[in-house]
């Protein structure tokens, strides 16, 4: 399945951003318009890239959004602090009639994303525009941290599965199955989480907790029965007790299965020393005949535990990561922002706008942005550049780096093409988002296409991009000029 069926509505916003709204109905401006970006200042986890996600659950909330009766009438009940309405009767007639006619530009799931680049632009009348903020931040900043994350321990594990575990430590329901469909993308192969999998079509994986062995009397007549009661699905967890123990009981069990003309599927580690318990645990399976079966790794596991565990030789086929994935851990927010690059009255020109800040790494960029990726013969793609759409990139194209100043010399003749695509026009899709299956393997792709240096999970290279010489020039005029106007 394609659609993410978010639960968001209308009122999935920040009070700030009403109250912004009413404030450009009063102002006689609401048929302005603006020009919006999400981006993002670092990547996170120390990391080298960002793997850009919850496109599909955006468009599904754009698709559907509107302001119920019962959301109008709360609004309504709303007070300022004179104890008096803080929404006119004719600003919630005008929130009542609204249905967003927005142009809006992303780039799609799977793709690599990196600082300072716009996700999305958002284009259309201002109050449509200011209303949509906060839950395009909230959508993409959690599916993109995840994503990530998943991208990074999947890169960590090679080619082992990965099976995505957190639901019961995830940031509530929602925030499991977000995680979930996000963590696939990035390059889970499935979930233990059902309704994601009922949802989105992603595998489930699971078989058996501690509770269910020590129900019963000893390992071995637990194994027995849940053999008895899956044997298409056994994958026996072994440390209760005493792990080498718990693998010689799941081999006895196998054995009797084997007879029955069924296979175990394996073993699972969750404590303890799982490298030497993984290195013996194999030897065992193997001199017993159980040649295919499968080593499963849980408990408490994210990019750097899999990489430190495989450089000390674990014998383990298939990663199961819960928490410190399915929660973004250690970091918890990707840190996107939604700023404003330009406005137009009705049938105007278009005028950027820039903020400025203490913190140069703050100060935003004017206009409607758009980012080209250039490409080695090969396809792997080697700097990106930012560029105003009413600015032609001239050739060869010159990018400038934000932070140094640094100025870099795209070669004339690399492939390139541009990273934000049409999602929709006056308020209509115009792209169908794909299918998950098509998502997850486009971040494959790019993964396999970017410079292994940025994919390091320790001291990763930063990856070639900046801001187009004239948008960079745009930029810095605007700064002298708002500055002598402050």
Known sequence: MTSSRHSSSALTTDLYEVTMACGYWKAGVSDHEAAFHVTFRENPFGGGFTVACGLATAIDFLR??????????????????????LFDSSFLDHLRSLRPTCDIDAIPEGTLVFPNEPLIRVCGPIIQCQLLETALLNILNFESLIATKAARVCVAASNDPVIEFGLRRAQGVDGGLTAARAAYIGGCAGTSNLQAGERFGIPVSGTQAHSWIMFFENESEAFHEYANAMPNNCVFLVDTYTSLEGVRRAINVARQLRKEGQEMIGVRLDSGDRVALSIDARRMLDEAGFTNAKLVCSGDLDEHIVVQMKERGAKIDIWGVGTKLTTGQPDGALGGIYKLGAVRRPGARWEYRIKL??????????????????YQPDGRFVADAIYEIDHAISYPCIIVDLQ?????????????????????RGGEPVYQPPKIEVSREHARKQLNCAPPEILRLKDPKGYKIGLEKSLHHLRSILIARQGTMQ
């Open 357 to 374: 800040s203490d913190e140069p790494e703050k100060t935003s960029c004017p206009g409607l942005l758009q980012v080209r990726r250039f």
């Open 404 to 424: 140094t100043e640094e100025e870099t010399e795209i070669p004339s003749k690399m492939e390139d093409s541009d990273l934000l695509v049409p999602i929709f």
């Open 64 to 85: 559907t959004f509107h302001f119920t009766e019962t959301q109008i009438d709360y609004l309504a009940s709303q007070n300022g602090n004179d104890g008096r309405r």
